[in-house]
């Protein structure tokens, strides 16, 4: 389904739901009963979750002008055995 905007003259803009190509270039409107012209806009293509839409901005930014290290990251840290017969353990 797609959604097809129209504007009334007299109570403003509205939606409505339809099958693609199924929409007429004018409606009645359903809160007065004019006539109202379709409206083009934008297909609503580019909506994402904000978080993956963030995380694709920054892997296409870093394409061109990768971000700058200024340290080396710390050293992750060993877990210490909670059992004392793992301690005797040989390590690597």
């Not at 739901?17 to 004018?26: E, I, K, N, Q, Y």
């Not at 200024?70 to 992750?76: C, E, I, K, L, W």
Request: proline share 16%; glycine share 6%.
């Amino acid at each position: 389904m797609v959604r097809y905007e129209y504007r009334c003259p007299a109570c403003g803009p509205w939606t409505v739901a339809l099958p693609m190509g199924a929409a007429d270039a004018h409606r009645t409107c359903p809160t007065c009963g004019d006539p109202a012209p379709r409206r083009w806009s934008a297909p609503l293509l580019n909506r994402m979750d904000p978080t993956v839409a963030g995380e694709r901005s920054r892997e296409e930014a870093s394409r061109d002008v990768p971000g700058v290290v200024t340290s080396v990251p710390p050293a992750a840290r060993r877990r210490t055995p909670s059992d004392p017969r793992q301690a005797r353990l040989p390590r690597p």
